[in-house]
């Protein structure tokens, strides 16, 4: 997993309230990314960062805002969580490639 | 509106055949086009990749057909075996290297 761990694994939490993923990496790479997967939609990006406090939105960033207060952190949070948020989020970061991505193992994350 | 088309949404080969997956963009822009494979509660893993300067692209039992005229890609897998059952994306990024999009996903199931 590219020396990806995300934090936690499983996550089940009420509508309504807030929570927040982490994504922690031990190899210094600049960007990081946050997407989500659900059935038929593939893998969506939602945020990435290219840098300490530096971040830009993606696709499906409504609901959803990020930080990188240091290098090998980057959170994702729901300042308040909905059904429609259920999915499982995959952190990512770039390889030494330009293009190449690296993901995590995952937080499947259950919205009641 | 998904940018990246892939077919089809799941497939049974047995033993020693040659699955097929293809996708189709619409981007021009896009000019990197890699294949992930996902284990079951795991994440998507780098498998190969591709750049539209080239036609084809082989790795041990992977290669990616590249059409640029069509703006179709495909992943054959040689000599399939039972442990390549897997869920396979296909996933397109342009120059600026943020927006990667993704295929829906194809299951593969290879019989023994």
């Known amino acids: 997993d590219a020396g990806i761990t995300q934090s936690p694994r499983h996550k089940v939490t009420e509508t309504g309230t807030p929570v927040t993923l982490r994504c922690h990496q031990t190899?210094?790479?600049?960007?990081m990314y946050w997407y989500r997967q659900d059935p038929g939609h593939g893998l969506r990006l939602i945020h990435y960062?290219?840098?300490?406090?530096?971040?830009d939105k993606g696709e499906v960033s409504d609901g959803y805002s990020v930080s990188r207060s240091k290098t090998e952190d980057f959170l994702l949070t729901l300042e308040s969580a909905t059904s429609s948020q259920t999915s499982v989020y995959f952190c990512?970061?770039?390889?030494?490639?330009?293009?190449?991505?690296?993901f995590g193992p995952g937080t499947r994350l259950t919205v009641t | 509106q998904q940018q990246v088309k892939q077919s089809p949404q799941s497939l049974i080969v047995q033993k020693g055949g040659i699955p097929i997956i293809n996708c189709a963009y619409e981007n021009t822009a896009f000019d990197y086009f890699p294949w992930y494979q996902q284990f079951p509660g795991k994440g998507p893993a780098l498998l190969i990749a591709?750049?539209?300067?080239?036609s084809e692209k082989k790795e041990g039992r992977f290669t990616i057909s590249f059409n640029k005229s069509a703006k179709q890609f495909s992943l054959h897998i040689m000599d399939s075996q039972p442990g390549d059952s897997a869920t396979y994306f296909c996933?397109?990024?342009?120059?600026?290297?943020?927006?990667?999009?993704f295929g829906a996903g194809t299951r593969l199931t290879v019989k023994p």
């Open positions: 960062s290219y840098g300490v406090k530096d971040t």
């Open positions: 190899e210094n790479h600049r960007y």
């Open positions: 996933a397109a990024d342009g120059v600026n290297n943020n927006d990667m999009r």
């Open positions: 591709i750049r539209p300067d080239v």
């Open positions: 990512a970061i770039r390889g030494l490639g330009f293009h190449e991505q690296y």
